[in-house]
């Protein structure tokens, strides 16, 4: 089977929502100390600056089960589009203190809702053989917007804004936005929530579409997972005979995020600042590290589908703890600060190569369409909570003693290579409605 154009399309459109989560998230890291400045913040201060967008995350990822089901995942991705717009000319227009941590929590709305509703789409409308792959390009794009939000923080850093330099900063990301918006509405809806809601004849046509080779096989096994679906009832997510994807779902976020990426991603130009590096330098060795996650997300992609999703966990576990205890060493010895660079360089380039590909594959694959969305959001919530939890706590620790967070973070991934070794089952090359009996859900 090669891609059709209209699954192609439906793909890459689905994944713009994770180019915005990419670059509301990462920007973030380039005006730290303006916000600092210009708010005359503290520690904690600054850390409930940064994390305000990612307790919208939270409520986001939380709630977007809700329109996405009732309403479909394609139209409920475009009132994350208009809460992305919102947000960063809010942002760029904020009187305020107050007002940017608003406009920034209605970001994070925005980002939870589409860190669930993105993948989702994508894992409904993909067949088996490519689903890694295609779920992945929503990967691919949240770390391309992290690069595009370091390149734009250094362009412009360079355009002499003076005190408004981070308004333009933050309200960049308004123009994409609306194209986001705009494309939406060219991709067609997901086949299996049409074949949920009865639509059969609409689902059938969207497979034609994407290129689907068995049509009627494909189409009948929705239905009949439908009808299963709909034996069980309104079925709670929270039941024993799901304990694994449960479990799966949590762990999978939580150690996502115990291995600090998105607190070194908020904090970059703070982490090289306290190595002796000049803003505009920082800028530029963050671009460095927005390039290798880029790079290396790319080279997952092509192998997740061949290699499997545990294969890369187990690699990316071992690498990002070795490169996090160096980070650790460097900052306890204050000395060979010139090696800070490449070890996080090496941090960055595991992390994208395991986790960073893996994490939203697998939270849309591990639970059974009855309750995937709220699976989904579940695996989603926890992610994003512990996001917040460990930005907010980040500067604070840091302050204290620099190389206190990055012993802590090589700590949970030594812990997360047994627990992938031992729990993790692979899920590549398995329809997601084969799955349910890879995992004996009954």
């Known amino acids: 089977m090669t891609l059709s154009k209209v699954l192609l399309r439906s793909t890459v459109v689905a994944a713009l929502g994770g180019l915005l989560f990419g670059f509301d998230t990462a920007v973030i890291a380039g005006i730290t100390d303006a916000l600092t400045k210009t708010y005359s913040l503290s520690a904690s201060g600054l850390g409930l600056t940064v994390a305000s967008a990612l307790w919208g995350t939270i409520v986001g990822a939380m709630l977007a089960g809700i329109p996405g089901e009732k309403f479909g995942r394609r139209d409920s991705l475009r009132v994350m589009a208009v809460l992305y717009f919102l947000s ?9 203190w107050d007002a940017l941590v608003f406009f920034r929590f209605i970001g994070g709305l925005g980002i939870g809702g589409s860190s669930v509703l993105g993948p989702m789409y994508i894992a409904e409308i993909a067949p088996a053989k490519w689903r890694g792959r295609l779920v992945a390009f929503f990967q691919f794009n949240v770390v391309a917007g992290i690069l595009v939000a370091y390149l734009s923080n250094y ?31 060219v991709i067609p809806r997901s086949p299996r929530w049409l074949a949920s809601k009865g639509r059969t004849a609409e689902a059938r046509q969207v497979l034609s579409e994407i290129g689907e080779e068995d049509i009627e096989g494909g189409l009948k096994h929705m239905v009949e997972s439908v009808h299963l679906d709909q034996s069980h009832g309104a079925e709670p997510l929270f039941r024993f005979k799901y304990r694994l994807p449960i479990f799966l779902a949590v762990s999978i976020g939580m150690f996502n995020q115990l291995s ?74 204050g000395a060979h600060e010139d090696l800070l660079v490449w070890l996080l360089v090496g941090f960055i380039a595991f992390f994208a190569f395991s986790q960073g590909a893996v994490i939203w594959v697998y939270l849309s694959e591990v639970f059974p369409t009855r309750v995937r969305a709220k699976g989904q959001s579940l695996g989603s919530f926890t992610h994003w909570i512990m996001n917040a939890g460990i930005s907010w706590a980040f500067p604070i620790l840091a302050a204290r003693s620099k190389s206190i967070p990055f012993s802590f973070f090589a700590g949970m991934m030594v812990v997360q290579f047994f627990v992938v070794l031992f729990i993790y089952p692979e899920t590549k090359g398995v329809s997601l409605e084969d799955m349910e009996q890879r995992m004996a859900i009954s």
């Open 88 to 96: 960063a000319a809010g942002c760029a227009l904020a009187w305020n």
């Open 260 to 333: 600090g990426i998105n607190a070194i991603l908020y904090y970059l130009n703070d982490i090289f600042a306290k190595a002796g590096f000049t803003k505009v330098s920082g800028d530029l060795q963050a671009v460095a590290i927005g390039a290798t996650n880029l790079l290396f997300t790319v080279i997952a992609m092509s192998i997740i589908d061949r290699v499997g999703r545990k294969t890369l966990l187990i690699v990316g576990s071992l690498g990002t703890a070795a490169c996090l205890s160096g980070v650790a060493a460097v900052f306890a010895s």
């Open 155 to 185: 362009v412009i850093g360079l355009m002499g804004f003076g005190d408004t330099e981070w308004r333009w900063k933050l309200g960049t990301s308004a123009v994409p936005a609306l194209f986001f918006l705009a494309m939406l509405f």
